[in-house]
């Protein structure tokens, strides 16, 4: 069964610091992994999306890779800003063709931005 | 604004009563998701709409039914709920399905809050 575990849990930084998430996953047979951000109380928000095929995608001050033989990603956050406040979610799309196929979430990284 | 459209927004019901959620997108996505989420938990997939067949998830109880009346529009039944059963219910699309190519982002509606009592 995939498992998807980030670290760290919880970040507080100031202001402008360049800042790295971490999420890795048990099972490396994944069709893609996406980062999603979550405002309190709010759906989820796709930032980007990374094929099993490639190392890396970026989006403005966002940049996200994939390891995948181990089992690994990143997401970076360049020049962080008090709006990026938020929890971030790591998910990897795995289908095992049986049953109901979707994404396996980890828990999340609350991130705090100090004006 | 998000692409994907939910009603209602909160949800306060009977652990005797019947409703139903709604969610509605126009993106011409193939394929459609229920999720739930407790607090300060992960979403946790309940049923995948795509290119016209249901999957459950088998730890999804009865009292929990989808219907999918058109390919933009997907329903969850809601019938004698449990207090546990209240959550954030997140419905989600994608322009592939499980099934057949994938590759494609989830878009999230901003969910309905339920509180079962």
């Known amino acids: 069964k995939q498992e998807v575990t980030q670290i760290p849990a919880a970040l507080s930084v100031p202001e402008g610091e360049n800042l790295v998430l971490n999420c890795s996953f048990t099972?490396?047979?994944?069709?893609?992994l996406q980062w999603f951000r979550q405002d309190p109380g709010k759906g989820l928000t796709s930032l980007l999306l990374?094929?099993?095929?490639?190392r890396e995608q970026t989006s403005g001050r966002l940049n996200a890779s994939l390891d995948k033989s181990s089992g690994r990603s990143t997401l970076y956050i360049a020049a962080s800003q008090p709006g990026d406040s938020a929890t971030y979610l790591c998910?990897?799309?795995?289908?095992?063709?049986?049953?109901?196929?979707?994404?396996?979430f980890g828990k999340g990284t609350h991130l705090i931005i100090q004006p | 604004d998000t692409e994907v459209t939910q009603t209602p927004k909160h949800l306060v019901m009977g652990m005797t009563n019947k409703k139903s959620l709604k969610c509605e997108q126009h993106m011409g996505h193939r394929a459609m998701y229920w999720y739930k989420q407790k607090a300060k938990k992960p979403p946790e997939l309940m049923f995948v709409?795509?290119?016209?067949?249901?999957?459950i998830n088998e730890s999804v109880p009865s009292r929990f039914s989808p219907e999918c009346p058109n390919s933009s529009l997907l329903n969850l039944h809601l019938h004698a709920l449990q207090p546990e059963d209240s959550a954030l219910y997140l419905c989600a699309s994608s322009q592939d399905g499980a099934v057949g190519g994938p590759n494609s982002p989830l878009h999230f509606g901003n969910g309905t809050r339920l509180t079962v009592t």
């Open positions: 099972d490396s047979a994944i069709y893609n």
């Open positions: 990374i094929q099993s095929s490639q």
């Open positions: 709409y795509s290119y016209e067949k249901l999957s």
């Open positions: 998910a990897v799309d795995a289908r095992s063709g049986g049953g109901a196929d979707g994404l396996t």
